[in-house]
């Protein structure tokens, strides 16, 4: 198989094993976890604001440690930590033992992207990056997808789930040894230290930063919310979580379309899908139809707007790729961390039309961190 497919293949599957199985399914079985480990709302929240900023800290050490020590070693490591601390899920006997392993296994998403990002700078010709990386990108989108029928076959055993989670997780590990080259590590001194905050990147981290806080609202709590505003058990939620995952895969266009239209309309157009979609899901006007449109709106949108992000920062940062993908999804990620808590106080104060509403209408304020270079824009 040509190498830069072969990166491609286990990129994909590498993203999604760290960011669907360990750091998204966790939504998923949450009304399951909440029935056996008696979780509140606000510990909900504050348990998945944990895994964010788990993966905010490792985001930042993985950049670190790609430029020095090559994308290799990094994407084997993000595989392994993530099967560990799935082990530690599927084990948990209370909440701070479970938040402890979500936080673990939320970390090796930070540890997975940037390697990859770096990897494609390596060994993928410069016209054919972006759409590789979106499409990497895009593994998040399958590997939620494969959680939703794993909850239906395993009927909710969440323990169960995690555990076949880990083991995906370590078959990946051996995948990266084979597939991901090695000498990715930064060779200019100009890849030491702090990255320059240029306009760009500021809005960057505006704009990532608020997507991911109002991204929440179906991530941490998805589950959550069609139980109480449709009455469904793990069956129903399962489904939302297929939709939602396959779905994202459409992600895999953000490079086309954006360099088709541009960064600036791509971004707005799908803040607005996905404002749509936490609407459709979490309102108590919705209806079961309605529920798995939004979260059809929600996964394509989420995904694709990672991709822009992801774009966004590479672009910026040619010379430092790993680091230009670290700004945009540490943001995300810290948007995240303070988003989660931030959803499930919410639902604990008010109700759950309020917080779903409030956190839509977040959605909108991204946009308005319009980027400003020329290059950026359509041809």
């Known amino acids: 198989?040509?190498?830069?497919?072969?990166?491609?293949?286990?990129?994909?599957?590498?993203?999604?094993?760290?960011?669907?199985?360990?750091?998204?399914?966790?939504?998923?079985?949450?009304?399951?976890?909440?029935?056996?480990?008696?979780?509140?709302?606000?510990?909900?929240?504050?348990?998945?604001?944990?895994?964010?900023?788990g993966y905010c800290v490792a985001i930042v050490?993985?950049?670190?440690?790609?430029?020095?020590?090559?994308?290799?070693?990094?994407?084997?490591?993000?595989?392994?930590?993530?099967?560990?601390?799935?082990?530690?899920?599927?084990?948990?006997?209370?909440?701070?033992?479970?938040?402890?392993?979500?936080?673990?296994?939320?970390?090796?998403?930070?540890?997975?992207?940037?390697?990859?990002?770096?990897?494609?700078?390596?060994?993928?010709?410069?016209?054919?990056?972006?759409?590789?990386?979106?499409?990497?990108?895009?593994?998040?989108?399958?590997?939620?997808?494969?959680?939703?029928?794993?909850?239906?076959?395993?009927?909710?055993?969440?323990?169960?789930?995690?555990?076949?989670?880990?083991?995906?997780?370590?078959?990946?590990a051996i995948a990266a040894a084979f597939s991901v080259p090695s000498k990715t590590k930064a060779t200019s001194k100009t890849a030491a230290g702090l990255p320059p905050f240029t306009s760009d990147i500021v809005r960057l981290i505006v704009a990532a930063f608020l997507m991911g806080a109002s991204s929440t609202a179906l991530w941490s709590f998805g589950g959550l919310l069609v139980s109480h505003q449709l009455g469904w058990n793990n069956t129903g939620a399962g489904l939302l979580w297929i939709t939602i995952g396959t779905a994202g895969i459409l992600g895999a266009a953000a490079g086309t379309l954006v360099a088709r239209f541009g960064l600036n309309f791509t971004h707005w157009c799908f803040l607005a899908a996905l404002a749509a979609g936490i609407i459709l899901v979490g309102t108590s006007a919705t209806t079961p139809l309605l529920a798995l449109l939004g979260g059809m709106l929600f996964g394509a949108a989420y995904i694709m707007l990672t991709g822009v992000y992801l774009i966004w920062g590479v672009s910026t940062l040619p010379d430092r790729p790993a680091t230009g993908l670290m700004i945009g999804f540490l943001t995300i990620a810290i948007g995240q961390t303070v988003g989660a808590p931030l959803f499930g106080l919410l639902m604990d104060q008010l109700n759950i039309d309020y917080a779903v509403t409030i956190f839509a209408c977040l959605k909108f304020t991204a946009g308005l961190a319009s980027v400003s270079n020329a290059k950026h824009q359509a041809a």
């Open 1 to 53: 198989m040509n190498p830069s497919l072969y990166l491609g293949a286990t990129g994909f599957g590498l993203i999604a094993v760290c960011y669907g199985f360990a750091r998204f399914a966790f939504g998923l079985f949450l009304p399951q976890i909440d029935a056996d480990l008696s979780l509140s709302s606000t510990i909900s929240g504050l348990i998945s604001g944990g895994a964010f900023l």
């Open 61 to 172: 050490l993985s950049a670190y440690l790609t430029e020095r020590i090559g994308a290799r070693a990094v994407a084997i490591g993000a595989a392994l930590v993530a099967a560990v601390g799935m082990v530690g899920i599927a084990v948990a006997p209370s909440p701070l033992l479970l938040a402890t392993a979500v936080m673990l296994a939320g970390s090796s998403t930070g540890l997975a992207s940037p390697p990859m990002a770096a990897a494609v700078a390596a060994i993928v010709r410069p016209d054919r990056q972006s759409a590789t990386n979106t499409i990497i990108n895009a593994g998040t989108g399958a590997g939620v997808a494969l959680s939703g029928p794993i909850a239906l076959l395993l009927g909710g055993q969440w323990r169960l789930a995690f555990a076949g989670f880990a083991a995906a997780a370590f078959i990946m």
